[in-house]
């Protein structure tokens, strides 16, 4: 296709839109269907200037089109955010609403007012299909808000888009939900679709997030030229650390007096606490011996091993000092704060972060272990200070008084900007929401609520297998295909 016309139902931020443009794919954008206004705010605000001159309507005509749209109406408590909306956010709400080409509420959608488009995003809601949810699961008819999956119908037997690309938790694909899952598959098959689906976890694909999501591609048979494949894993060669800044606001750390037996153990040397950064992938690593200069990028070469560079720690005097973690989650610890176990948490940045959630209320957002930059007030442990990344000057031993631990531990969450860089935006974007004055309880939210752009990167290849004009039919394989990884 020359030019993809792309519409997203349950938009968010646009990360479908942002794959495709982050790629280089020739797209516009037909429309998208959301509710949210910090979602509309943020879409909007990366796509256009916000700043600009615009022709506003009256407040109440403002008021009334959002209404209609079901813009800002609040589920839980059962009543629009709109009227009691300031003048202010209104006017940026509408703007961003118009601008964006935004249709509301899925439900209220007339299929037939739909521009026609070729890609069909619908991304639906996880609320009753997580773990962390009631589990109410999205059956036909069952008024959960995972149930608006099926009012996506109407505008794929409507508006027959080529492509349709679903995503959502796990769970949808587990022994509570997979028969509704097959149930969507078959209608869609019966539709005139080839679906395929896969499991796919983001640190995959290049991001250092343990974050699992299926993925469901369907392709008009008509225009299915057969040649579609999930793409394979790809190993993982950055770490938390590699998206964490150096310089973070003290409202993010957290408290000594919540960290002190976490830092009381980490002080004590315990090797599985140790903070390792910047390491690139691979098959596993070993802990340094003494003596031993490592060069990251190649770890296992007998002849770069001696060459040091800004990734690395210097020449290792004192054993065990530094030890090599593997791209995955690996907890330090808890802290003491009133919260569920998973919020407790604490990280080690050089491997992976946990999966986010919108992180609404306190303490919600991970926590990772740092180093360096503690202030003269004393929190974190005594030493010599070290940089925020993790990288010390060589490590030595103090004689006759054992070991000297060059490390200062410091625990704090990680940022909205940080966040968002683990759901593969890049920082230009996050600016960009950062600037309409988005509050940072909205950025954590969107960036928990949306997609991973680099889990999405099987969309080249989908729309690369589709063909503009009608094909000989693509041989039937059954409602659907679970591709391998390998």
């Not at 999956?149 to 796990?170: F, G, Q």
């Not at 070469?301 to 989650?329: D, F, H, Y």
């Not at 957002?365 to 930059?373: A, D, V």
């Not at 063909?467 to 394989?477: A, F, G, I, N, R």
Request: charged share 25%; net charge positive; proline share 4%.
């Amino acid at each position: 296709m020359n030019n993809v016309r792309v519409f997203e139902a349950f938009s968010g931020y646009g990360s479908q839109d942002l794959k495709l443009t982050y790629d280089e794919i020739n797209h516009t954008s037909a429309g998208i269907a959301e509710i949210e206004p910090d979602a509309i705010v943020a879409y909007a605000s990366i796509r256009f200037n916000l700043d600009n001159y615009f022709e506003y309507p009256s407040i109440e005509i403002m008021k009334e089109e959002l209404i209609k749209a079901n813009v800002g109406y609040d589920f839980k408590k059962s009543k629009s955010k709109i009227p009691r909306m300031n003048d202010k956010k209104l006017h940026q709400l509408y703007k961003a609403h118009i601008l964006s080409k935004n249709f509301g509420d899925i439900s209220r959608v007339d299929p037939y007012q739909l521009p026609d488009h070729d890609l069909f995003t619908y991304s639906f809601p996880c609320t009753d299909i997580s773990l962390a949810g009631k589990q109410q699961g999205f059956k036909e008819g069952s008024g959960t808000s995972s149930s608006l999956l099926w009012e996506c119908r109407k505008v794929i037997t409507v508006k027959r888009p080529k492509i349709l690309m679903m995503e959502n938790v796990e769970p949808l694909v587990q022994s509570k939900h997979i028969k509704d899952f097959n149930k969507w598959l078959a209608e869609l098959f019966d539709l005139g679709y080839n679906n395929y689906w896969q499991v796919v976890d983001a640190s995959e694909r290049g991001v250092p997030q343990s974050r699992k999501r299926v993925f469901a591609v369907s392709i008009l048979r008509d225009y299915d030229k057969g040649t579609f494949k999930f793409p394979k894993k790809i190993p993982l060669t950055t770490r938390l650390i590699d998206l964490c800044n150096d310089n973070v606001d003290e409202k993010y750390y957290i408290s000594t007096d919540k960290c002190e037996r976490l830092l009381s153990e980490l002080q004590s040397g315990q090797e599985r606490h140790k903070i390792v950064v910047k390491e690139a992938t691979t098959k596993g690593y070993d802990i340094a011996n003494i003596g031993d200069s490592i060069n990251i990028g190649q770890p296992n070469s007998k002849i770069r091993r001696g060459r040091v560079g800004k990734q690395v720690a210097n020449t290792i005097t004192t054993q065990n000092e530094l030890c090599v973690v593997e791209p995955k989650l690996v907890c330090v610890g808890e802290v003491n704060i009133n919260a569920k176990d998973q919020c407790k948490r604490v990280y080690n940045p050089g491997g992976v972060a946990p999966t986010l959630t919108t992180m609404q209320g306190g303490y919600q957002e991970p926590k990772i272990l740092t180093c360096g930059n503690i202030n003269p007030s004393g929190n974190g442990i005594n030493g010599e200070v070290i940089n925020s990344k993790g990288l010390s000057k060589t490590i030595t031993t103090n004689k006759g008084e054992g070991p000297k631990v060059l490390f200062n531990y410091r625990i704090r969450k990680l940022t909205p900007t940080e966040c968002l860089r683990l759901m593969g935006v890049k920082d230009k974007d996050i600016n960009s929401m950062i600037d309409a004055g988005l509050s940072n309880s909205a950025l954590y939210k969107l960036a928990g609520n949306s997609i991973v752009t680099n889990s999405m990167d099987f969309l080249k290849s989908a729309i690369k297998s589709t063909s503009d004009k009608k094909v000989e039919q693509v041989k039937k394989t059954g409602l659907y295909q679970q591709l391998s990884m390998f």
